[in-house]
């Protein structure tokens, strides 16, 4: 009992800290430096808590088992926490032959960053589309383009900075703080 204890013990430490590590990665990568360094000391903290208890109990297969077990789990959990969290925006580039300007027209409403570009397509004249919005409304978004027209041509990316233009804001805190 005690060894399969242990063994789960590591395996809770490691799918906190590799999942902590999985989204201070991607903090670091979107030039979150304060949160990604705070992320960084917890992270390490949980990792040097599980590594000694590895180490005490190295010759335990289930220790080790519970090891790259929670590596693993630890890596969805991450994955899975930053698309929850879904922070920063994206820019998503719409390719509409036939519905461009309702396209256009319904992302307006829905209050979202959008420009249209002509360009020439295979079969001739299109109006191309940038749409800046925020990432939690990608789905969103994607849906909707989706259900004026189905045929569309749709490519979303992250944005890593940008600067001037209409960018949609976060809601507005309801409460001031001293």
């Given at each position: 009992?005690h060894?399969?204890?242990v063994?789960?013990?590591?395996?809770?430490?490691?799918?906190?800290?590799?999942?902590?590590?999985?989204?201070?990665?991607?903090?670091?990568?979107?030039?979150?430096?304060?949160?990604?360094?705070?992320?960084?000391?917890v992270?390490?903290?949980?990792?040097?808590?599980?590594?000694s208890?590895?180490m005490?109990y190295v010759d335990?297969?289930?220790?080790?088992?519970?090891?790259?077990?929670?590596?693993?789990?630890?890596?969805?959990?991450?994955?899975?926490?930053?698309?929850?969290?879904?922070?920063?925006?994206i820019?998503?580039?719409?390719?509409?032959?036939?519905?461009?300007?309702r396209?256009?027209?319904?992302?307006?409403?829905?209050?979202?960053?959008?420009?249209?570009?002509?360009?020439?397509?295979?079969?001739?004249?299109?109006?191309?589309?940038?749409?800046?919005a925020?990432?939690?409304?990608?789905?969103e978004?994607?849906?909707?383009?989706?259900?004026?027209?189905?045929?569309?041509?749709?490519?979303?990316?992250p944005?890593s900075?940008?600067?001037?233009?209409?960018?949609?804001?976060?809601?507005?805190?309801?409460?001031?703080?001293?």
């Open positions: 009992m060894a399969f204890l063994a789960l013990a590591i395996f809770c430490m490691r799918i906190i800290d590799v999942s902590i590590g999985t989204v201070r990665v991607i903090y670091t990568i979107r030039g979150r430096r304060l949160l990604a360094a705070s992320l960084g000391v992270e390490s903290g949980v990792w040097i808590l599980a590594i208890r590895a005490k335990s297969p289930s220790s080790m088992l519970g090891w790259a077990f929670g590596f693993g789990a630890g890596t969805f959990t991450g994955i899975t926490l930053e698309k929850w969290i879904a922070s920063g925006e820019l998503m580039r719409v390719i509409s032959p036939d519905h461009a300007w396209l256009r027209n319904e992302l307006l409403e829905r209050g979202v960053g959008v420009t249209a570009v002509p360009g020439e397509g295979r079969d001739g004249n299109v109006l191309i589309l940038f749409v800046v925020p990432r939690k409304r990608g789905k978004l994607l849906a909707l383009v989706q259900q004026i027209d189905s045929e569309a041509f749709i490519t979303v990316d944005i900075h940008a600067v001037g233009g209409y960018m949609p804001l976060p809601a507005q805190a309801t409460s001031m703080r001293k």
